[in-house]
Each structure stands twice: as structure tokens, then as C-alpha cells.
């Protein structure tokens, strides 16, 4: 592929050196800077999926009441034991303690069962929304990817998710269990005492006043620090992943003087935010323990007085103590409900994103059997976000049933852009692509690419064994059909090398493989599909020239059976094509065999005399 027509994400998503670093600095600094959002409308984006399993969230709800309810039981419960336990000598207490014991162990049997069917319907949503979200991004175009960096989808996929994944199994359920049981204590403590529940309510806003000073403060500090620190192991990735450059250059004393830079500025800004966060919780545990012991004291004056029991006030200071705990947990709360909407807004952003390139209402139906026929008439194409440089300019080519025809031209003619047509990774402004006599844009995508077999000039991989990289190309393939596929294109013989032959896992991209059997299995891949359209676009250029050679027989034989578009750099690969298209700034400028195109002495004639005489 060409430098000029590369579009601005391929670098990624094809696997260049340091892409592996790039995605992860990427993925890091957005993770450290993922963001709260007052506004919490986008969670309602999960109510389908909450929909879709009501029954388990109808349990849920009903668990969720009743263990709230038989936590608020034990303070009435502990109520009872204190005031009636201990008359006539204590002959009511064991039946006190009973009941208190009962109580706690329904508590406990409706903690698990909310604990289950809460997290289970929560875990169910996210894997839904996983499920769906992948499935939008795999049917997302490069027009999409050119605007958005493939760090932050994988991001929004991870981290994100993750935020959502904590609302929903964890968060949510504390939340309203707090919230219910700051309702509940609230009402039970009017019951027990209205004058101390009075005091209660004065102490709260004392306490909500440094949370607002000094709250706003520490988050402030702690996206600093966090951006800080995600400064510093950027760079850091960058030091490893260049480590030969760094150690060749002898630069490891600047390297390192730079991230203990970074480091020290991050423990900085962290030092800021452990002092404000210190003095805030002094001011709180002061007032909060303060309170407590004013209204401690004068419970005790009325039971002295004899206008409450010492169970009502054991009661009291137990329902104080849940409410208290309950608003603490809600401020918490609602900080993971503010990250998870932040996430479901981002995420959102992607579940409705709509490809440019979609298979229409009605898509016409291409005709069957397939003929291999191709056709481009008077294309103009750019790429997205470079209007101004026109990649195809009025081409036009039409390749029939059975042909093998060949691009050539220099690097930025435009080669690799009609592929790209052809597969419908773009629409061209105007102009017309057709397969087998249809429009490409009145059909299916996918129909469309049923039609090729494609071996790209970087040959990616994935993780696996060969069997898995090679049946990528048709799932139902068989292993004997494989084989073939393998051996046709001088693959078999490594492959069977192996530890564990077609079995042995290659690792992240198959990096265990030289490029020369990366390129030959992706070749086997593309073999196997059987399509009746073959695109090769430098398929032999990471191969040897003894392997180029058995390989280029293989192709020659399987181009005999299949419509073939060739584009190679190497003319002697192209030597006998039908026809040779020379290309030169998006335009056709001479058509011909080989010998034709020497014999009119213009481009194909000069890049031919330039590669033959340094062969």
C-alpha cells in the first residue's frame, strides 16, 4: 500500500513497529482521564437491556427491600432484648436473643440472594452491551476510524465498560440499599425521638460544608496528579518499546532523569491532595464525633430522666449510625454514577454511530453463479479529511470473467485506493463500481466482499494457530482443505514444523512467523476462500527469491480459475498478465502487455529499464 493513499488510522490497525506501545499510551492516558457527567440521562441508554431481563431485576428489587428491611429489624430487635430482655431476672432474654438471631440469619439469606441476582442481571447487561458494541464497531467503516483513534475505541470497549460494569454490579445496589435504609432509619428515628433526630438534622449540613470546600478541591488535585503520572508512563512506554534505540544512543541517564522528573512532579501534585483530603477528613471526623457525643449526652440525660429507655436509646444511636453510614455511601455512590454516565455517554457515541458504507433496504441481489466480472467507470475518489487530494481521478477499468490484469505505477498512483473500492471500504464521489454487473452501493457489503479473496500487502494476522488464520478465510473449510490451501501457497512445510503442526499457537499477530510465512499463510487464507476474484496487493514482497518463485507458480495456478487484480512494484512478477494498467496520480496513462508497454517507451517502459537493470 502506498503512503499517499494510506488512510490516517492504517497505521494502527495494520500493526506498524510500536503500534502495540501506541495503542496502550493511548489507552492508558484515556483511562486516566475518564471523565465524570452531571447530566445522568445516558444511563437510560440501559434500560433495554435492563428490560430484556426484568424477571431477574424484579428479584432483585424484591431481595434489595427485604434485606434493607431485616437490617432496620435488628435495631428494633436489639430494642426489645434491652428493655424487656432483663426483667423477671432475665427470663425473656433467650427469647430476645432468638429472635435476634433469626433476624440476623434472614438478613443474611436476603444479603446473598440480592448479592446474586443483582450482580447476575448486571453482569448479564454488560455482556449484552458488549456483545452489541462490538457487533457496531465491527460494522463501522474506515471513514469512522479516520476521526477516531483506535486506542480510544478500544478504550471505550475496556475502560469504559468496566465504569458501567461497576455501576451495575456493585454501585448500584450499595446505592439504593443506602438509600432505603437512610430512608428508613430517618423515619424510625422520629419515631424514637423526635427532639435528638432534631440535633441529627442540625449536624448534617456542619458536615456537608467542608465536603463541598475541600471535595471539589481533591478531585481538582487528583486529575492533576492522574494526568501527571499518565505523562510519565507514556513516556515510559515509549523508552521501553525504543529500549535498543535508547541503549545504541547511550541516552538511559537522560531517559531516566526524565521519568524520575515525571514521577516526582506526579508524587507533587499527590502530596496536594493527601494534604487537602487530610484536612477535610479532620474537619468531618471532628464535627461528626462531636455531634455524636452532644447527642449521645443528651439521650442520656433522657434516660435519666426517665422520658426514654436504654433500648430506645441503644436504638436511637443504631438507626444514627446506619443513616450516617447510609449518606456517606450515597456521596460515594453517586461519584460512580457520575463516572458510569460520563462512560455510557461515550459509548453511546459509538453504539449510534452509523457506517457511510451499509447495505440498503432493499439490496439488489448479485447474480449466482457468480461470473468474476469487475468493472470502475469514470471513478473520483478522495479520502475523508483530504478533500483537496484526489486519489482516483476519472478511472475507469473493466476486467472481464477469468482475466488476470495488473496495476502498476509509482508509489501514490492510486493502486491500493481501487481495491479499497472494489471491497466498498469507500464510495467514490462519483463515478461507478460494479461486481458481476451490479452496483456495488445497491448491494450487500458483505455479499460484495463474498466475491473476493484478498491478500493485503501487510498480511495481518491474528492470534491462533495456522488452522484458525487459514480457515479466517471460510469457516467451514476442513483441515484436509487447509492443507491444500497451505500447500499451494508453500506454506505446509513450516507449518507441519511446528511444535504442533496446524495446532501450534503463533502468538499476538502470529509474530513467531517470519514475514515470509506470515505473508504465505495469508496467502493459503485468501486460497482457501475459493472466491472467484483474487486481489493481490504485493503478495509476494516480504518472500525470498527462491520462495517468491514456488510461490508465484502457486498463484499462477490458482489465478488460472479465478478473475485476478495484481498490483506489484516488482514488474517481473506482472510479466504475464492479460494486461498490464499503468497508473500514474489516480489516472490510467498506458494499457498493454508487457512488451506492448516497452515497445511505447513511455512510464511502464522507463520503471521496467530501471528495475531490469539493477536486477
Known sequence: MNQQNATPTESAVHGRPGAGALLAEQIGEAAGKRGRSRNVKPLARLLPYLAAHKGHALLSALFLVGSTV????????????????????????????GILGANALVLGLLTALRYFYVTKTGERMIADLRQGLFARILSLDPVFFAHMRTG???????????????????????????????????????FVS????????????????????????????????????????????????????????????????RFDAAVEMAFGASLKRMRARAVMTAMIITVMFGGVSLVLWLGAQDVVAGNMTPGSLLQFVL????????????????????????????????????????????????????????SMSAVDFAYPGRPDLTALKGFSLTVRPGETVALVGPSGAGKSTVFRLLLRFYDPQSGLVSVDGVDVRKADPVEVRSRYAWVSQEAPLFSGSPLENIRFGREDATLEQARQAASEAQAL???????????????????????????????????????????????????????????????????????????????????????????????????GTHAELVAKGGLYSRLAKLQFQND
Open 493 to 591: 512445510g513450516f507449518i507441519e514444523a511446528l511444535p504442533q503442526g496446524f495446532d501450534t499457537p503463533l502468538g499476538e499477530r502470529a509474530k513467531s512467523l517470519s514475514g515470509g510465512q506470515r505473508q504465505r499463510l495469508a496467502i493459503a487464507r485468501a486460497l482457501v476462500r475459493d472466491a472467484p476474484i483474487l486481489l493481490l496487493d504485493e503478495a509476494t514482497s516480504a518472500l525470498d527469491a527462491e520462495n517468491e518463485r514456488l510461490v508465484q507458480a502457486a498463484l499462477d495456478q490458482a489465478m488460472e480459475a479465478r478473475t485476478t487484480l495484481v498490483i506489484a512494484h516488482r514488474l517481473a512478477t506482472v510479466l504475464r498478465a492479460d494486461r498490464i494498467i499503468v497508473m500514474d496520480a489516480g489516472q490510467v496513462v498506458e494499457e
Open 194 to 257: 423526635p427532639k435528638l433526630t432534631a440535633f441529627v438534622l442540625l449536624i448534617v449540613p456542619i458536615l456537608i460544608v467542608p465536603l463541598f470546600l475541600f471535595g471539589r478541591q481533591v478531585r481538582k488535585l487528583t486529575v492533576q496528579s492522574q494526568d501527571t503520572f499518565a505523562g510519565a508512563v507514556g513516556f515510559a512506554g515509549e523508552s521501553v518499546d525504543a529500549l535498543e534505540t535508547v541503549q545504541a544512543f547511550g541516552r538511559e541517564n537522560n531517559a531516566r532523569g
Open 70 to 97: 431485616a437490617s432496620l429489624a435488628l435495631t428494633a430487635t436489639a430494642r426489645g432484648a434491652i428493655d424487656t430482655g432483663f426483667e423477671n431476672g432475665g427470663a425473656h432474654l433467650n427469647f430476645w436473643f
Open 152 to 190: 480510544e475505541v478500544l478504550s471505550r470497549m475496556t475502560t469504559d465498560i468496566q465504569l458501567v460494569d461497576t455501576l451495575l454490579t456493585t454501585s448500584i445496589s450499595y446505592a439504593l440499599r443506602n438509600f432505603l435504609t437512610l430512608i428508613g432509619a430517618t423515619i424510625l428515628l422520629f
Open 319 to 374: 438507626l444514627s449510625v446506619f443513616a450516617a453510614g447510609a449518606v456517606g455511601a450515597l456521596g460515594e455512590s453517586w461519584g460512580d454514577v457520575q463516572k458510569a454516565a460520563g462512560a455510557m455517554e461515550r459509548i453511546d457515541e459509538l453504539m449510534r454511530a452509523e457506517p457511510a458504507i451499509a447495505a440498503p433496504a432493499n439490496p439488489s441481489v448479485l447474480p449466482v453463479p457468480a461470473r468474476g466480472e469487475v
